[in-house]
């Protein structure tokens, strides 16, 4: 997937002239690459324009015009982009009672190590990929509500995706949230183009 470069990056002042459209268009996109497994845990699976306007949305909100620091915003975000045999998503963690935020988030830990994504039956041949979640986001005590997870593809699991030949699950098997949701339709197309340009 291509990385975001510093030649894409708006000045201030004329993102502000296309945020609007920018905005509407991102919105738009992250329909079909949207994902909810439960009540509770949504994943938004990240490509090239995703990472665009979260690096231009940075620079908004920071002011910055540093090139230095804009680049810095582009190594951060370009390093959430998946590699050509991945696909690679934002896992949001949404409670919204702010009174039980971290009781529920605590009840959560161990969720980096509880999410799949399987492709037909893994008990009959299917495949699985297991989520592998970006370091430092949970602790022992702590879990962050914002999680950064890859699911890595061998050949054949990627072919399987891409051609539509078995179903696609995602999965979360923790003690306290066991949930999954199948992957289809507009989001699976959305998805298996992603693999395909790899």
């Not at 949404?94 to 830990?109: A, G, K, P, Q």
């Not at 051609?163 to 699950?169: A, F, H, K, L």
Request: charged content about 35%; proline content about 3%; aromatic content about 6%.
């Amino acid at each position: 997937m291509n990385k975001v470069t510093l030649d894409e990056i708006l000045g201030v002042e004329r993102y502000e002239q296309v945020r609007p459209e920018f905005q509407r268009r991102i919105i738009e996109m992250k329909k079909d690459r949207r994902v909810a497994v439960g009540d509770r845990v949504t994943l938004v699976f990240e490509n090239h324009d995703t990472m665009l306007f979260q690096v231009q949305e940075m620079v908004r909100a920071e002011h910055i015009v540093d090139l230095d620091r804009i680049r810095d915003e582009i190594d951060v975000y370009n390093a959430l982009l998946p590699a050509g045999d991945e696909l690679s998503a934002t896992m949001l963690i949404e409670i919204t009672e702010s009174d039980r935020i971290r009781e529920e988030l605590v009840r959560l830990i161990g969720i980096d190590e509880a999410v799949r994504l399987e492709i037909g039956d893994p008990t009959r041949g299917g495949f699985t990929a297991r989520g592998e979640f970006e370091a430092g986001r949970s602790k022992a005590d702590k879990l962050s509500a914002v999680q950064y997870v890859r699911f890595h593809f061998d050949v054949p699991a990627r072919q399987a995706f891409i051609n539509s030949t078995e179903r696609v699950r995602l999965v979360i098997d923790h003690p306290n949230y066991r949930h999954s949701a199948l992957i289809d339709g507009a989001v699976r197309r959305s998805l298996a183009r992603d693999l395909e340009a790899a």
